[in-house]
Nanobody, 124 residues
Framework: QVQLVESGGGLVQAGGSLRLSCVAS????????MGWFRQAPGKEREFVAG????????YYADSVKGRFTISRDNAKNTVYLQMNSLKPEDTAVYYC?????????????????WGQGTQVTVSS
């Protein structure tokens, strides 16, 4: 079993930055692809960013490309999401997830473990 705990969310003005962290416990996730998803009120959950086990490959949704950066520190069993130039439309609950299998990294169905989420609110 893997437990994921996100932190770092909060209220920020448009144009500001936040850094989300996701700490894994229970067992190491150093060999697993990790992803960040988000869900805004009334909307479906959507893929934000993903990173392979070594950090050599990263993937982003078009809506965040160039503004968000995903990274990981396997020694700390932690994944990060640096969010810059935040926009009001980035407001959502952000979830960290550990991929269980499947080819589509952007599909939430391929992730086996999820955190409880952290709220990010961007004011205009």
């Amino acid at each position: 079993q893997v437990q994921l705990v996100e932190s770092g969310g909060g209220l920020v003005q448009a144009g500001g930055s936040l850094r989300l962290s996701c700490v894994a416990s229970g067992r190491t996730v150093s060999s697993q692809f990790m992803g960040w998803f988000r869900q805004a009120p009334g909307k479906e959950r959507e893929f934000v960013a993903g990173i392979n086990w070594s950090g050599s490959n990263t993937y982003y949704a078009d809506s965040v490309k160039g503004r968000f950066t995903i990274s990981r520190d396997n020694a700390k069993n932690t994944v990060y999401l640096q969010m810059n130039s935040l926009k009001p439309e980035d407001t959502a609950v952000y979830y960290c997830a550990a991929r269980g299998g499947g080819a589509a990294y952007a599909s939430g169905r391929n992730y086996a473990y999820w955190g409880q989420g952290t709220q990010v609110t961007v004011s205009s």
